[in-house]
Nanobody, 131 residues
Framework: QVLLVESGGGLVQPGGSLGLSCTAS????????IGWFRQAPGKEREGVSC????????YYADSVKGRFTISRDLAKNTAYLQMNSLKPEDTAVYSC????????????????????????WGQGTQVTVSS
């Protein structure tokens, strides 16, 4: 019943910045963890980042650590992914996911490649880093 919509993708030069947003409808994010995944053509889906519903703790993949920042605004029912110092390797379709989680660290879910029954996926937004 929950619907996620991403926005903010586009074309940016290497070293540039881009901010993505993920807005939920049908449910509030207060009790839901939020994650960001990305998938480039010919490559496996990668869990990029997440923020836990329980305590707001965050997880970042090693490939983006120090460059990306995840945040949330519960009043706006929106999560954000700020991407700085972008590299061509960051080019991918970025999708947000959400799942009900009263406790626990979201990284234990997002970092796993095994299938997981997320409550909702966004439609995805294209991020292209190229000169």
């Amino acid at each position: 019943q929950v619907l996620l919509v991403e926005s903010g993708g586009g074309l940016v030069q290497p070293g540039g910045s881009l901010g993505l947003s993920c807005t939920a409808s049908g449910a509030t994010l207060d009790y839901y963890s939020i994650g960001w995944f990305r998938q480039a053509p010919g490559k496996e889906r990668e869990g990029v980042s997440c923020i836990s519903s329980s305590d707001g703790s965050t997880y970042y993949a090693d490939s983006v650590k120090g460059r990306f920042t995840i945040s949330r605004d519960l009043a706006k029912n929106t999560a954000y992914l700020q991407m700085n110092s972008l590299k061509p390797e960051d080019t991918a379709v970025y999708s947000c996911v959400t799942w009900y989680s009263a406790s626990g660290f979201c990284g234990t879910v997002v970092a796993e490649k095994a299938p997981y029954d997320y409550d909702a996926w966004g439609q995805g937004t294209q991020v292209t880093v190229s000169s």
